[in-house]
């Protein structure tokens, strides 16, 4: 499986009321959540996402709550992959439950620049910045991971089964 989107990037720390305001939360329909993805940081955010991103974060991505709705939000405005130093734990899950790949590789942030062509080969674990020609070697998600990922979420899995 691999994704490629342009870059968006943001910094450390960034957290699930940030990538969600809680005034949010009371709508269901995933397709209104998304139309307010990162509000609590760049109001402009699902614009730049439409075509499809791969969105950069520095250290503990996704901190805060453990709200759902942040990663449904960000998959449905039309993010293919969160790439980060690394994650708050629910956050990770809560995106692997949902059917977006989290990836963690370290120093990540600082070798991709807002707008640059990335690459992501989930299975071997291989992420590839075309703009500036450089690759970075992180580990490949997992088998059991992938057949979540691949089903589109936790719930498809468990219907479909493996």
Known sequence: MIIKGKAIKFGNNINTDVILPGK??????????????????????????????????????GCGSSREQAPIALKYSGVKCVLAEYFAR?????????????????????????????????????????????????????????SILQKGGLIEYLKKGD
């Open 24 to 61: 949010y939360l009371e709508l269901i329909d995933p397709k209104e959540l998304a139309k307010h993805a990162m509000a609590g940081i760049d109001p402009d955010f699902p614009d730049k996402v439409s075509d499809g991103a791969v969105l950069i974060g520095g250290k503990n991505f």
């Open 90 to 146: 629910i956050f990770f899950r809560n995106c692997i439950n949902i059917g977006l790949p989290a990836i963690e590789c370290e120093n990540i942030s600082k070798n991709i620049e807002e707008g640059d062509s990335i690459s992501i080969d989930l299975e071997k674990g291989i992420i590839r910045n075309e703009t500036q020609d450089k690759s970075f070697k992180t580990n490949p998600i997992p088998e059991f991971l992938m």
